[in-house]
């Protein structure tokens, strides 16, 4: 099966500052890569999302690109607020195993006012 | 759009009693939920697919009995808990998926429900 990695774990920096979350992924027939936002005591908001036949993708302040070749992709958070402090989790969808969705295990952002 | 409602968002019960949880899409159809557990300070742990008009499928060391899953409707899906203890604490979360979206359909999540077990 699909075996998704994330790091940091936890991450912290000023605010204004840029943010980089990357994950890798086993199954190179994953397709969907989907980035969640979760505050505490509530449920993962989806926050961006990039499927396989795109490089990169970008909204507003966040950004995510993706690398086949070498089976990674990155969260990028430019400006950063106090209010993008929570726990990110990315994903790694295919369509091949029933479209289950593969989290990774979190990264704590952390942006210090 | 895309809104998924779950209720309750915070439960306390005394142990052995059995606890109902719903998973609401408002705004899209959904033949397919899931039932996510969460750990503190870890990541979403797939417990079941719950699909509308059969039975659901559990991940591997879910118990069935114990969590009972029904999918009625397109939009909505219940987990109950039977027979609650403290090690069932936890947060449970839902998910649906929006039929509209294509091959590969983005998963979007209820706000959690709160069991806490006595």
């Known amino acids: 099966g699909e075996n998704v990695e994330q790091h940091p774990s936890t991450l912290s920096v000023q605010e204004g500052d840029s943010a980089v979350i990357k994950c890798t992924y086993s199954d190179s027939a994953s397709n969907y890569f989907p980035w969640y936002k979760q505050e505490l005591g509530k449920g993962p908001q989806l926050i961006i999302d990039?499927?396989?036949?795109?490089g990169e993708k970008k909204d507003q302040r966040i950004a995510v690109t993706l690398n086949k070749t070498a089976k990674h992709f990155s969260l990028h958070i430019t400006e950063t607020q106090p209010e993008d402090s929570a726990v990110y989790f990315c994903a790694a969808v295919g369509y091949n195993t029933g479209n289950q969705f593969y989290f990774g295990t979190g990264t704590s952002l952390t942006v210090i006012p | 759009g895309a809104v998924v409602s779950q209720h309750p968002s915070w439960v306390i019960c005394k142990s052995g009693t059995s606890v109902k949880i719903e998973c609401r899409s408002l705004d899209f159809q959904a033949t397919t939920m899931f039932w996510y557990r969460q750990f503190p300070k870890q990541s979403l742990m797939l417990m079941a697919t719950s699909n509308e008009g059969s039975k659901a499928t559990y991940e591997q060391g879910v118990e069935k009995d114990k969590f009972l899953i029904n999918h009625a409707s397109l939009t909505l899906s219940t987990l109950t808990v039977t027979s609650a203890h403290p090690e069932d604490s936890s947060f449970y979360i839902c998910?649906?998926?929006?039929?509209?979206?294509?091959?590969?359909?983005?998963?979007?999540f209820g706000d959690g429900t709160r069991l806490s077990i006595l």
């Open positions: 990039i499927r396989s036949n795109v």
């Open positions: 998910s649906a998926r929006d039929l509209g979206q294509g091959l590969v359909m983005p998963q979007h």
